[in-house]
């Protein structure tokens, strides 16, 4: 059976060439990275949008205002639901929607935004039945738009401090929410600013004066037919962010605002008539759609990376320039070793989130199956390896994307690269669903109570039985036979383990010596959030272990080995200070490690342009005139400039108004 590489009729003949040098099948590679059922539903589905042009740009959005984007992105994802059953086949497929949604509308938001990610996930885990009855289905069958209103002006990450009330009224049987001050006033909330009718709000629950802390309550925000604001509700937008533009995130008050005692999500905790209070089983189970969102956002991630990546190496077989042998000509730019360094590990970094996407995200339906019933255990654990992965996938992604931005070199900066916009909806990443220092420390809390476990001889759970593991002194990279990685993996398992017991006994430490433990806390944060990172790159390297064991097509593991010893080689120099603390490695191991990487970039380059293709990012997709699939980049860069509103006339009005003037005086001066 020949390879499949992605080779189409007007191709560019350097990629063409390119593309045949592939040692594997990119069909079967996307398989091993989306899922064959999903790799092909993905095909299919793009396949499907090309030939639907109501769902096609108007034109490129970054010629239009906000006002434009907002409408362009109302009117395609209207059109998207009307044709979904004609689309795709499950349309409670997450995954397969999301596909749809970046083919369709790209990733600057639209008015579901978080209609689907959180206000669907917050009913599906904290309204009960007859409340799911109520609000899910008319949410699902999209009957209103819903939003998730947590974050106030004041407060995003202290949960604790959040001011908006929701004060129960015995005699009314109803809630009064309030918001008390300029500071309570919600602010973030993605699509709430012109576009949501109901919000999942976050309130504090107070039951005759008592304070229960907060609680997620339902609350209709516009009227359904005139869309104006209900009495007692003030809406707006919070205006333009770094990217994210199609997005109205918003700002919400309430000036005493009442809704019936039913509007509390009551699956968990509860309220009856009386004002009687039930305590949830678990104190967090309202943080749910939080989870959920950090879930998602770790192989969504890895597809923005992934999409940068697929743009800046595509591009770099096409853009020659300077001479690597004096007079042999121009070469290929990926042909550099530094821009072979710049983004191969990028490559590898996006493959690697996609895979740690898909075990978080079945440990997410576990868990999610498991609190159904009222089961908790497992939810501190999901909590822990979200907050890390959610903070160091986000950072890292964001960093391998300004490489990215960076190799295509002044394209990359103007719009018509794609870059810009997926790297600030990524960046965005790094701050929502919990600042990303903020989730490490959360993270590092765990791991600070796995020592106490591991030192009674326990593990707190299976994502940290290796610190129960005895430490080895000196690493044996380079002392085992060529080819063999076990010992860089160890590494990754060395370093973490010793940089949290390290951190433990520090605070040991100074709380023996008397400091209050969360003084010590505070004098050792950034070596806890340290060990958080440490661990959490360990999980990532083992879970690209754990993928490419597992694949059975000796081509595709081949190839996918390659990109993973790329990984273990290249993160480890990029923590190298680490294992050089405790002389686990000596100078000539790290030296063994860099010359093992050059090695592979060299491996890589040929297979470069499938690794990418392998991603099936369509053109409509990827939105970038340097990251088409068929290498046509400058006749289209020039094509895309022209669309410039700039060029709808040669001389725009401020030339006759300020500059002409100025420039007249001083030819006049000068005459003088
Ligand atoms: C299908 C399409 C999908 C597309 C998605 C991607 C597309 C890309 C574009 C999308 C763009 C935009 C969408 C963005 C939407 C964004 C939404 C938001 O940002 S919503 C707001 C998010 N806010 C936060 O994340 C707040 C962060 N803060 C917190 O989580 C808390 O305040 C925290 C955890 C810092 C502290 O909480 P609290 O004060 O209540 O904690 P305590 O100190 O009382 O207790 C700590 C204790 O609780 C445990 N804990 C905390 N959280 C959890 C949890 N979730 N689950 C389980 N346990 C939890 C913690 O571990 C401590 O335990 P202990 O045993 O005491 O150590
Ligand atoms: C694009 C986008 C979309 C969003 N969408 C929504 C939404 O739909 N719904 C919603 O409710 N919210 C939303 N948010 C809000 C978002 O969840 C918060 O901005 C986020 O949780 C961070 O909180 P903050 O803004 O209060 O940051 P702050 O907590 O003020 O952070 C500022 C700095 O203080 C540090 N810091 C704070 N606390 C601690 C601590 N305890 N220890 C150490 N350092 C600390 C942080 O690390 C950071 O460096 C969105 C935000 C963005 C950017």
């Excluded at 949410?139 to 202290?158: D, F, K, P, V, W």
Aim: hydrophobic content about 40%; some cysteine; aromatic content about 8%.
């Amino acid at each position: 059976m020949p390879l499949n590489k992605e080779i189409q009729p007007g191709d560019n003949d350097e990629l063409t060439r390119e593309r045949l040098q592939a040692t594997f099948d990119t069909q079967q590679m996307a398989a091993a990275l989306w899922g064959s059922d999903l790799a092909r539903k993905r095909r299919e589905l793009a396949k499907k949008v090309d030939k639907l042009t109501v769902l096609h740009d108007s034109k490129d959005m970054s010629f239009m205002t906000r006002e434009e984007k907002l409408s362009e992105n109302a009117r395609k994802v209207v059109q998207m639901f009307a044709h979904v059953a004609d689309i795709v086949e499950d349309p409670s497929d997450d995954a397969e929607m999301f596909h749809l949604s970046s083919n369709a509308i790209g990733h600057e938001g639209h008015p579901f935004g978080v209609h689907f990610v959180m206000f669907i996930p917050a009913l599906k885990a904290q309204a009960d039945d007859e409340q799911r009855e109520k609000w899910l289905m008319p949410a699902l069958g999209l009957q209103l738009i819903g939003t998730y209103a947590q974050t106030e002006l004041g407060h995003g990450t202290n949960l604790r401090a959040l001011e908006t009330m929701a004060t129960f009224d015995k005699a009314t049987d109803e809630f009064v929410i309030h918001t008390p001050t300029v500071t309570a006033l919600k602010w973030w909330p993605g699509s709430l600013g012109k576009s949501s009718n109901h919000a999942v709000v976050s309130a504090n629950l107070i039951i005759d004066g008592k304070s229960y802390g907060h609680h997620n309550f339902m609350v209709q925000i516009r009227d359904e037919n005139t869309h104006k604001p209900l009495k007692g509700i003030t809406v707006g937008d919070i205006g333009p962010k770094m990217a994210y533009n199609a997005s109205d995130n918003g700002f919400l008050g309430f000036d005493h605002h009442r809704i019936p005692r039913r509007n509390m999500l009551m699956r968990h905790a509860k309220v009856d008539k009386n004002g009687v209070y039930t305590k949830p089983p678990h104190a967090k189970i309202g943080y749910s759609a939080m989870v959920h969102v950090r879930s998602v956002m770790i192989g969504h991630q890895g597809m923005f990376l992934g999409s940068a990546s697929t743009i800046a190496i595509r591009y770099s077989l096409v853009r020659r320039q300077g001479e690597i042998k004096e007079g042999s000509g121009e070469v290929k730019i990926l042909d550099y070793q530094t821009q072979q360094h710049r983004l191969f590990p990028q490559l590898a970094r996006a493959y690697v989130f996609m895979f740690a996407g898909k075990e978080v995200r079945e440990l997410y339906q576990k868990v999610l199956s498991d609190m159904e019933k009222g089961e908790t255990t497992l939810l501190a654990d999901l909590h822990a390896l979200t907050s890390g992965l959610k903070s160091v996938v986000t950072h890292l992604c964001v960093a391998g994307m300004e490489q990215c931005r960076m190799a295509c070199g002044g394209h990359g900066y103007s719009r018509a690269s794609g870059i810009p916009e997926i790297w600030g909806v990524a960046v965005g990443g790094c701050t929502y669903e919990g600042e990303n220092m903020v989730m490490l420390l959360q993270l590092a809390r765990y791991l600070m109570k796995a020592v106490k476990e591991t030192k009674k001889g326990k593990s707190l759970g299976r994502l940290v039985d290796y610190l129960l593991l005895p430490q080895d002194r000196h690493s044996l990279i380079g002392r085992v036979p060529q080819g063999e990685y076990g010992p860089h993996l160890a590494a990754f398992e060395h370093i973490a383990r010793r940089q949290i017991f390290k951190v433990a006994d520090e605070l040991t430490k100074l709380q023996d010596k008397g400091m209050s433990k969360e003084i010590a806390w505070q004098k050792k944060a950034v070596e806890l959030q340290r060990a958080a990172r440490l661990h959490t790159r360990f999980y990532l390297a083992a879970c690209f272990h754990r993928k490419v064991q597992s694949v059975v097509d000796g081509r595709i593991r081949e190839a996918l080995a390659d990109l993973y010893h790329l990984h273990l080689n290249y993160e480890l120099l990029d923590m190298v200070n680490y294992a050089l603390e405790d002389a686990y490695l000596k100078a000539d191991q790290v030296d063994f490690i860099r010359e093992d990487m050059y090695r592979l970039l060299e491996t890589i380059r040929p297979n470069a342009i499938s690794l990418v293709d392998a991603f099936e990012f369509s053109d409509r997709e990827l939105r970038s005139v340097l990251g088409r699939r068929d290498g046509h980049v400058y006749e289209n860069l020039y094509k895309w400039a022209k669309e410039s509103e700039l060029n709808r006339a040669d001389v725009l009005p401020y030339f006759d108004k300020y500059l002409k003037p100025m420039m007249l005086a001083a030819r006049q001066r000068s005459n003088i």
